[in-house]
């Protein structure tokens, strides 16, 4: 929003540092996730099934973002790590009333 260059261009911002499911769960947890390992196969026809195929597809595909854009363009870097921003979270869940 400060950035004349950026005027009409779309960014994508990450951290950088990609994580799996489980791996996320154990930095938010500090335990192994107790995930159930089922085929992809499995629950794409469970989708199939129950008309939630886009949601199955959400949940299987990886989510990777390349902020490489902005950070060559505009010289941005993250203002903090993934764990600074999951602890900072964290907290806010902790000390917020509001756990609507």
């Known amino acids: ?6 005027v009409g261009q779309t960014y994508l911002v990450s951290d950088g540092e990609d994580v799996s499911t489980p791996e996320l769960i154990w930095r938010i947890v500090g335990r ?18 129950t008309g939630k195929s ?22 941005w870097t993250p203002p903090f790590t993934m764990g600074q921003g999951l602890a900072e979270t964290a907290e806010w869940f902790q000390t917020s009333g509001d756990r609507a």
């Open 1 to 6: 929003m400060e950035y004349p260059a950026a």
């Open 32 to 49: 192994p996730a107790r995930l159930l390992p089922v085929p992809p196969a499995l629950l794409r026809l469970a989708g199939q099934l």
């Open 54 to 75: 886009a949601q199955v597809e959400r949940l299987l595909d990886s989510l990777v973002i390349d902020s490489s854009k902005i950070r060559r363009e505009l010289g």
